[in-house]
């Protein structure tokens, strides 16, 4: 199963790491490595069954392929996921192990945070490796990315706010959050100093109430957030959520949010949400703030610089938008095909010889 899975997407590796002692399971994915190291964060998730872990990480990892490749980033994508309880089962001896594994591939992996994990975890890792950021900013690094994914998401809903309303302007405008964690919380803080009004949902209580009490948002229960009367909604949590049965139950004029993977087929959803009229922003172009502002670290990390280019997220959205008009396709669709021509050009570029790897002349007497 795994090889045809394998197979049909493309994947370059899977790698299974496993260690008693600190009691790591983890899965690193490569997908494609056209453009340069696979770039990712580190998903740590309860999953019920491994075989969950395996496709949420071969999902994951193609998303950053694609992610890179249209922000222009030299990189390409790969994601990895650990099985088990953020908030019981981590520990030093844990990321360091998982260092180690990482620090093992030679380059071809560089590690992040994602759901469930933390600067600090990624600090320890950097114990054992270098091909790791979101490290701390003592390290002269760039910290936690989550404000800066917030800020390339705010920009996105600001260009997608210009093609659903015709105005970029979000003063008055009623925004749907779902999930308040790292990244929506940044979005809410920026939303309210706007001028937007909030609703938000989240599985945990006390990340409603700081948004409440914060940015006088409105409340609504977990299945509520879909069928609420909003302007955009930001899908915020986990992918997947765009799907039969809630996309009959939306009333919004636009979606743009940070989680990945949020149609969870993207043919038939994507479709779905244009019929309806629906102006839908591609996530991994919204949402690519926080791997824009990472990547800076490879070249020495810049603030001012890294948080221009996470603005710039406007104009890549504008351009995604203006493709899909003039070729009568859906925006996902014109992000898609950015992403992949890019990835053509460079292989292209690439498939010419260079004395740079081992070839026929290695071998000759000097
Ligand atoms: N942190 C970052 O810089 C980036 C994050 N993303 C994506 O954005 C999304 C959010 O990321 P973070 O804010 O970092 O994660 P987070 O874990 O801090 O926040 C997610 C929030 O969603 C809530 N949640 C989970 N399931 C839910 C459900 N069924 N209904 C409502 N709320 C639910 C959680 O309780 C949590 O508060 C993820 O999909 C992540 O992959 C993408 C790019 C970068
Ligand atoms: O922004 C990050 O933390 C790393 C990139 C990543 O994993 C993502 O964009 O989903």
Same mark, same amino acid.
């Given at each position: 199963?795994?090889?045809?899975?394998?197979? @049909?997407?493309?994947?370059?590796? *899977?790698?299974?790491?496993?260690?008693? @002692?600190?009691?790591?399971?983890?899965?690193?994915?490569?997908?494609?490595?056209?453009?340069?190291?696979?770039?990712?964060?580190?998903?740590?998730?309860? &999953?019920?069954?491994?075989?969950?872990?395996?496709?949420?990480?071969?999902?994951?990892?193609?998303?950053?392929?694609?992610?890179?490749?249209?922000?222009?980033?030299?990189?390409?994508?790969?994601?990895?996921?650990?099985?088990? @309880?953020?908030?019981?089962?981590?520990?030093?001896?844990?990321?360091?192990?998982?260092?180690?594994?990482?620090?093992?591939?030679?380059?071809? &992996?560089?590690?992040?945070?994602?759901?469930?994990?933390?600067?600090?975890?990624?600090?320890?890792?950097?114990?054992?490796?270098?091909?790791?950021?979101?490290?701390?900013?003592?390290?002269?690094?760039?910290?936690?990315?989550?404000?800066?994914?917030?800020?390339?998401?705010?920009?996105?809903?600001?260009?997608?706010?210009?093609?659903?309303?015709?105005?970029?302007?979000? #003063?008055?405008?009623?925004?749907?959050?779902?999930?308040?964690?790292?990244?929506? &919380?940044?979005?809410?803080?920026?939303?309210?100093?706007?001028?937007?009004?909030?609703?938000?949902?989240?599985?945990?209580?006390?990340?409603?109430?700081?948004?409440?009490?914060?940015?006088?948002?409105?409340?609504?229960? *977990?299945?509520?957030?879909?069928?609420? @009367?909003?302007?955009?909604?930001?899908?915020?949590?986990?992918?997947?959520?765009?799907?039969?049965?809630?996309?009959?139950?939306?009333?919004?004029?636009? /979606?743009?949010?940070?989680?990945?993977?949020?149609?969870?087929?993207?043919?038939?959803?994507?479709?779905?949400?244009?019929?309806?009229? /629906?102006?839908?922003?591609?996530?991994?172009?919204?949402?690519?703030?926080?791997?824009?502002?990472?990547?800076?670290?490879?070249?020495? &990390? #810049?603030?001012?610089?890294?948080?221009?280019?996470?603005?710039?997220?406007?104009?890549?959205?504008?351009?995604?938008?203006?493709?899909?008009?003039?070729? #009568?396709?859906?925006?996902?669709?014109?992000?898609?095909?950015?992403?992949?021509?890019?990835?053509?050009?460079?292989?292209?570029?690439?498939?010419?010889?260079?004395?740079?790897?081992? #070839?026929?002349?290695?071998?000759?007497?000097?």
């Amino acid at each position: 199963m795994i090889f045809t899975e394998m197979v @049909d997407g493309d994947y370059e590796q *899977l790698v299974f790491c496993q260690d008693k @002692d600190s009691g790591l399971k983890a899965i690193i994915c490569i997908h494609d490595t056209t453009l340069g190291p696979a770039l990712g964060g580190i998903r740590f998730w309860n &999953y019920e069954k491994e075989e969950d872990a395996i496709i949420d990480v071969l999902r994951l990892a193609k998303g950053m392929t694609y992610k890179n490749a249209a922000a222009g980033l030299n990189l390409g994508g790969g994601k990895a996921v650990v099985i088990g @309880d953020a908030s019981k089962d981590k520990s030093e001896a844990f990321f360091r192990t998982l260092g180690r594994y990482i620090n093992n591939l030679g380059g071809r &992996y560089i590690a992040a945070e994602d759901v469930g994990t933390t600067v600090e975890d990624m600090d320890f890792i950097y114990q054992e490796t270098d091909y790791v950021c979101g490290i701390s900013e003592s390290f002269g690094s760039s910290g936690n990315p989550s404000p800066f994914t917030a800020l390339g998401l705010f920009s996105a809903m600001q260009r997608t706010a210009k093609e659903a309303f015709g105005s970029d302007d979000l #003063n008055g405008k009623t925004i749907s959050v779902q999930g308040v964690g790292n990244v929506a &919380y940044s979005l809410c803080e920026l939303l309210h100093e706007a001028g937007a009004n909030l609703i938000v949902t989240d599985i945990n209580e006390k990340a409603v109430q700081r948004a409440v009490d914060n940015f006088g948002a409105k409340a609504v229960g *977990l299945d509520e957030i879909y069928s609420v @009367d909003a302007d955009i909604f930001a899908p915020c949590a986990l992918g997947g959520i765009l799907n039969d049965k809630t996309i009959p139950q939306l009333k919004v004029k636009a /979606i743009c949010g940070s989680a990945n993977n949020q149609l969870l087929e993207i043919e038939k959803h994507g479709q779905a949400l244009q019929d309806l009229g /629906i102006v839908y922003a591609p996530d991994y172009v919204v949402n690519s703030g926080g791997v824009i502002n990472v990547a800076d670290e490879l070249t020495g &990390y #810049n603030k001012e610089r890294a948080t221009s280019k996470v603005k710039d997220v406007y104009k890549q959205i504008d351009k995604i938008f203006t493709i899909a008009k003039e070729q #009568n396709i859906s925006p996902q669709h014109a992000a898609d095909h950015l992403a992949e021509s890019r990835i053509q050009a460079i292989q292209n570029v690439k498939s010419k010889f260079t004395q740079s790897d081992k #070839n026929i002349l290695s071998g000759r007497k000097k």
